[in-house]
C-alpha cells in the first residue's frame, strides 16, 4: 500500500532551524511535494523535488533520497509565521499526489 | 502567479439540502482539477478528479451521486454536495493543476477552501 510517515507535531524556537523528515512508499514515484498549511486555509506549495539531492529556496531547503524513500524539509531562520502543518506528498505512478497527516510545527519565542 | 478562488469560503445549512462550491482558476486555463475534502487534524483525502468536458473520477468510497462535479469549462469546476448531513461537515478544497514554466511537472495550486456545517 501507499504510506507517508511524517512527526505528528514539532516545536522550535523563534530563530533556530529544524529539519521535518517523511519517508513515504508509494505506486511508483514522480516527484515529492512539500506544502505548507496554516490552520483553517488550503495548503501552499514549497517545494518539489524529482532528482535525488537538496534543493534550496531561502530560508526553506527539501531534500530528497529515492533510494530510502525518505525526503526532509529544513527550515532556517524560523519566523512566528512559520507555524503551520507541513504536509509531504509524493506523486505516484499516476502522477496523484499522495498525502499524509502532515507535521504541526509550533515555533515559540 | 496562479490563483484559485473557491466560493462560498463558509457555508451553514440544513441537513437535507443541497450546497453547491465553485471553484474558479482566475489566470490560467486548467484541464484537471482536484477536489479534496479534510477533516480536523486530518490529511487531505482526494474525492475526485475532474477534467473538463468529461465525467469526474472518483476515489474508493466516495459516493459519485452524492458529490456532483461538474468542469464545464477550463476554469471552473463546481461540487455539489446533494442531500447533505451532519457528517458531510469538513473543509472541502479544490486544487488546479498548472504546468510549471518550463519544468517536468505540473503543479496544484489550492483554493482557499470552504467550510461547510451542516445542521
Known amino acids: 500500500g501507499q504510506n507517508i510517515d511524517q512527526p505528528t507535531e514539532m516545536t522550535a524556537t523563534e530563530g533556530a532551524i529544524v529539519q521535518i523528515n517523511c519517508t513515504y512508499q508509494?505506486?511508483?514515484?514522480?516527484?515529492l511535494f512539500w506544502y505548507q498549511q496554516h490552520a483553517g486555509e488550503a495548503p501552499t506549495f514549497l517545494s518539489y523535488n524529482v532528482l535525488d539531492g537538496l534543493e534550496e529556496k531561502g530560508r526553506f531547503s527539501s531534500f530528497l533520497s529515492r533510494s530510502k524513500g525518505y525526503s526532509y524539509l529544513l527550515l532556517k531562520e524560523l519566523q512566528m509565521k512559520d507555524s503551520a502543518s507541513y504536509l509531504c506528498?509524493?506523486?505516484?505512478?499516476?502522477?496523484?499526489?499522495?498525502w499524509g497527516a502532515g507535521t504541526k510545527l509550533i515555533i515559540k519565542p | 502567479g496562479a490563483v484559485v478562488s473557491q466560493h462560498p469560503s463558509w457555508v451553514i445549512c440544513k441537513s437535507g439540502t443541497s450546497v453547491k462550491i465553485e471553484c474558479r482558476s482566475l489566470?490560467?486555463?486548467?484541464?484537471?482539477m482536484f477536489w479534496y475534502r479534510q477533516f480536523p487534524k486530518q490529511s487531505l483525502m482526494l474525492m475526485a478528479t475532474s477534467n473538463e468536458g468529461s465525467k469526474a473520477t472518483y476515489e474508493q468510497g466516495v459516493e459519485k451521486d452524492k458529490f456532483l462535479i461538474n468542469h464545464a469549462s477550463l476554469t471552473l469546476s463546481t461540487l455539489t454536495v446533494t442531500s447533505a448531513h451532519p457528517e458531510d461537515s469538513s473543509f472541502y478544497i479544490c486544487?488546479?493543476?498548472?504546468?510549471?514554466?518550463?519544468?517536468?511537472?505540473?503543479?496544484?495550486?489550492f483554493g482557499p477552501g470552504t467550510r461547510l456545517t451542516v445542521l
Open positions: 486544487s488546479a493543476e498548472a504546468a510549471h514554466g518550463s519544468s517536468s511537472y505540473n503543479e496544484q495550486f
Open positions: 506528498a509524493p506523486m505516484d505512478s499516476n502522477y496523484q499526489l499522495i
Open positions: 489566470d490560467f486555463q486548467a484541464t484537471t
Open positions: 508509494t505506486s511508483g514515484f514522480n516527484g
